[in-house]
């Protein structure tokens, strides 16, 4: 009887044995799916924030060429205006630097 005991104990623990690895298997291969759904997932949110900052840096890019573009107009407008003031500043005082000049090269010093 207790070779029998002794058997059916032996047996006992190898089924308890084989039914922990099948337990362990069942978990080592949900864990590898639930990291393998949790890649995919984190992929697709990078991919989506990748994509919503691209958009923005667009965005930026479109409003600071644009801007840009303004400015340009603005200071070429700027420039001509200064030019033509100067201009102006200049034929307004032509006659007085052409009399200084004949005066001063015509005056004869010992």
């Not at 667009?58 to 100067?86: C, M, P, W, Y």
Request: avoid cysteine; proline fraction near 0%.
């Amino acid at each position: 009887m207790d070779s029998s005991r002794r058997q059916s104990g032996i047996q006992q623990l190898l089924a308890a044995e084989q039914e922990a690895q099948q337990i362990v298997n069942a978990a080592r291969t949900a864990k590898q799916a639930r990291l393998r759904q949790a890649k995919e997932e984190a992929e697709r949110e990078i991919a989506a924030y990748r994509a919503q900052m691209e958009a923005e840096f667009q965005k930026k890019v479109a409003e600071s060429s644009g801007d840009s573009g303004a400015n340009v107009k603005r200071l070429e407008k700027e420039t001509d205006e200064k030019i033509a003031k100067l201009k102006q500043q200049a034929s307004d005082i032509n006659q007085d630097v052409v009399s200084m000049l004949l005066r001063h090269v015509t005056s004869v010093k010992n």
